[in-house]
């Protein structure tokens, strides 16, 4: 996994026909999606149930590329091994989630993956100076975490833009997760981020049946990401 700026579109796969899950996996890729993103969430530390590592084991032969998933889960630390099993190339865990994320980080990286650490909107970037040497990625959460649809908190396009400067040349990805659309991508992609997680605005329209919708709605974001980028 070689580190690079461009712009990357990473679908939710939440937001895709659960019972296709494979083929959907297969078929956003096909449509030019970069990364696949995979919301684990567990109904303690958000609202909401998901999927677990056998999702993940399941679904990893159907994806060519980068498989990035999305701890929303407290504890973290004994899930971690099984995710790096089940092929996760990019494993995040919340700020929020423990006292101990250099630990989490740390155990990440033992794991074989990269490791991802994620901000809630409330949270600010202060922690996150004292944790740049252990990540690879940083994930503002746009939204609240929990649901996918939701409408996008524009308060952290500043945090993007702080965290940014604070990253300077370090190989560490932002990436923007909640309410991206082509209207919002641009504002995130000015800012400094450069992997849009997208659910909803990605799958609209299409189908695994009739996946180019799926490639217009990519394209579209992207365009407008580049544009402002």
């Avoid at 740049?132 to 833009?161: A, N, R, Y």
Wanted: net charge negative.
């Amino acid at each position: 996994m070689s580190f690079d700026r461009s712009i990357k579109i990473a679908p939710s796969i939440l937001a895709s026909d659960f019972a296709n899950f494979g083929a959907e996996c297969a078929a956003v890729e096909a449509q030019g999606a970069d990364w696949v993103h995979v919301d684990v969430m567990d109904g303690h530390f958000v609202p909401n149930i998901t999927f677990g590592p056998e999702t993940c084991k399941a679904i990893r032969p159907h994806i060519k590329g980068i498989m990035d998933v999305h701890l929303m889960i407290a504890p973290v630390d004994p899930y971690i091994e099984a995710f790096a099993g089940a092929g996760a190339d990019v494993i995040t865990a919340h700020l929020e989630a423990g006292p101990h994320i250099h630990r989490t980080l740390q155990a990440i990286r033992g794991a074989g993956a990269k490791a991802g650490l994620a901000l809630n909107p409330g949270t600010g970037i202060d922690a996150v100076a004292h944790l740049l040497d252990m990540i690879d990625l940083v994930c503002v959460m746009t939204v609240t975490p929990g649901f996918g649809g939701q409408k996008f908190i524009h308060s952290q396009i500043e945090k993007v833009t702080a965290l940014r400067q604070m990253i300077g040349e370090r190989p560490i990805h932002i990436e923007i997760d909640g309410g991206v659309t082509p209207e919002t991508a641009p504002l995130v992609s000015a800012a400094g981020a450069d992997v849009l997680v997208a659910g909803s605005a990605v799958f609209k329209g299409g189908s695994v049946q009739n996946p180019a919708p799926y490639g217009d709605n990519i394209a579209n974001i992207r365009a407008a990401a580049e544009a402002a980028a």
